[in-house]
């Protein structure tokens, strides 16, 4: 009898430490920091596809989005703060409010944004670039694909890269002028011309559906190894992108 008491003790110890464990994790989580996985080229040359980084949740206050499933009982936010031009920002998808997408946030709440030949206006003033050279991108596409890279230059003077194909993308490259409501923002992908973000269907994003702010990345890796080939996974990890910060 003895035995089994201590038995069953053991077995309810087990089980209080794992949900002990579990709700810890949820919790760090929910409130401070969630890992995310670059699935898509779109933020590219900033993010490839292949890295993880980490997004802070408390750096724009909490909305219900903050929590798993969308599921805490919290209408708009709270302990908000407003985001920056040129912040990495992760956010459901206005239209489904389940997917996750991550973008650079360019027009802020009464901006007049467009896109004209290619170029960017923000507030009807053109946004600077210089050009740094051709880019090739070799991994995780059929072929390689050849871009013209640019540092871009916002008008709070932060600077950032981007990559287009070309000025005279149809959808891409030529809009409307565009003014952001109040509690929305505007955002790009870094890939310009491989993007889809507020000049197409995502639209502008409500304040409510913000995640959090890019951090740093943790992991990186290239498709150059393979799952069943465990001899090449050191060669394709990205050394120097391990805790690289974000900006």
């Known amino acids: 009898m003895q035995k089994e008491e201590k038995k069953k003790e053991g077995v309810l110890e087990t089980l209080k430490t794992i949900v002990y464990a579990v709700m810890i994790a949820l919790l760090i989580r929910s409130l401070f920091f969630e890992p995310f996985r670059i699935p898509s080229g779109s933020m590219y040359p900033t993010l490839e596809v292949g890295d993880y ?50 973008k650079r946030v360019i027009g802020l709440p009464g901006d007049t944004v467009q896109i004209s030949r290619g170029r960017l206006y923000i507030n009807d003033t053109l946004v600077e670039r210089q050009s740094v050279g051709p880019y090739i991108l070799k991994e995780y596409v059929v072929r390689p694909e050849k871009y013209e890279e640019y540092v871009e230059v916002l008008p709070e003077g932060l600077t ?47 304040e409510e559906n913000l995640i959090g702010k890019a951090r740093f990345l943790f992991f990186s890796h290239n498709d150059k190894g393979k799952w069943y080939k465990p001899w090449t996974w050191p060669k394709a990890i990205r050394y120097s992108k391990i805790f690289k910060t974000l900006h």
């Open 160 to 206: 950032h890269h981007i990559l287009e194909i070309s000025d005279y993308e149809n959808k891409v490259d030529n809009t409307v002028k565009m003014v952001v409501p109040e509690g929305h923002y505007f955002v790009m992908g870094d890939n310009r011309d491989r993007s889809d973000d507020s000049r197409i269907h995502v639209g502008f994003v409500p």
């Open 53 to 102: 980084l980490f997004v802070s949740k408390y750096t724009y206050g909490y909305s219900k989005h903050s929590f798993p499933f969308s599921l805490a009982p919290i209408k708009g936010r709270i302990f908000a703060q407003k985001p920056q031009r040129g912040d990495i920002v992760v956010f459901k998808y206005p239209k489904d409010n389940r997917t996750d997408f991550i």
